[in-house]
């Protein structure tokens, strides 16, 4: 194919200034943008050097005339043997066939270009299912903690770390789902692994832990000086650190096998789930260690 050939780098005593691997880490308006600014003589050899799906995206910025100038000098080229042995009406269909992107791109295309739509109220009408159920969810949370109000009144100290095991245990959660969501959008073998990907995640929920669970009990000490109360605080951190990975990593393959977006949800549900279990561990880790 000629985009996977190395071609001249000199055109009638003039130097190709554009040279592969800068064209490779450049986006396409920029690339289009350069080849624009060329000399016509070095625009298609330009345009050559470019692999196919990187090419189709810079066709399709180009002006008529240089598009029209690209397929002219794609049906004159002489360097290929292939090439020669096509009629021009072939030349001109496998150039097509070449640059002109397939249903599916354009579909995906398409796809990325709705993804963020302008009409707030299309944004409005996607989000506010999945709000409203975050919201039962967090009153969920406010129940769980009347529920345990006897032993916040017994140690009221236990109060002062909610908001900092909630928001430790959330942002853990958030980062595994982030992780994940990336990889079934970008990886193709990745939606087919959930439990490698389970794995790892638990696995880093535990090193995570051990070490934010260290770091809190030191703290709890600090502000407290009571050893008793920093194990449960890091105890608990530590148990919600695992478990924040591991629904931040299961969310997102859940909702893609139901069909619906895992960007959307993944993330805030899963933050939302830690929690509601985030506040059960660290009351029922009190009871367990001060007895009450």
């Known amino acids: 194919m000629l985009h996977d050939q190395d071609l ?13 691997p800068l064209l490779a880490n450049q986006e396409p308006p ?27 995206a810079v066709y399709q910025l180009l002006d008529s005339n240089l598009q029209q100038q690209l397929q002219a000098d794609f049906q004159n080229q002489n360097d290929n043997n292939l090439v020669n042995n096509l009629s021009l009406e072939e030349k001109k269909q496998l150039f097509q066939f070449l640059y002109t992107p397939t249903t599916n791109e354009i579909e995906d295309s398409e796809e990325d270009s709705n993804y963020f739509p302008s009409n707030p109220f299309s944004v409005t009408r996607r989000r506010i299912g999945w709000l409203f159920v975050l919201l039962i969810t967090n009153t969920i949370t406010a129940a769980v903690i009347e529920s345990q109000e006897d032993v916040l009144q017994k140690v009221v100290v236990l109060a002062i770390f909610i908001p900092l095991l909630l928001a430790s245990g959330g942002n853990v959660s958030i980062q595994s789902a982030t992780v994940v969501v990336r990889g079934l959008n970008s990886d193709v073998p990745t939606q087919k692994r959930l439990l490698p990907v389970l794995g790892r995640e ?3 929920g535990i090193l995570l832990g051990g070490m934010m ?16 109360v920093a194990i449960v605080v890091g105890v608990s951190l530590f148990t ?26 993944s993330a805030p549900l899963s933050a939302t789930i830690v929690d509601v279990l985030g506040i059960l561990i660290y009351l029922y880790t009190a009871r367990f260690f001060l007895q009450v």
């Open 8 to 20: 001249p780098t000199h055109i009638e005593g003039e130097t190709l200034s554009i040279s592969p």
């Open 30 to 56: 920029e690339i289009a943008r350069q080849i624009a600014a060329l000399p016509s003589q070095l625009q298609s050899q330009t345009f050559y050097l470019l692999p196919r799906s990187q090419a189709i």
């Open 202 to 204: 638990a696995i880093a």
């Open 213 to 228: 669970g260290l770091i809190v009990v030191g703290e709890a000490l600090l502000l407290q000086n009571n050893s008793t």
């Open 240 to 265: 919600i650190s695992i478990i924040g990975t591991v629904s931040g990593a299961v969310l997102p393959f859940l909702f893609q096998f139901l069909g619906f977006d895992p960007a959307l949800m």
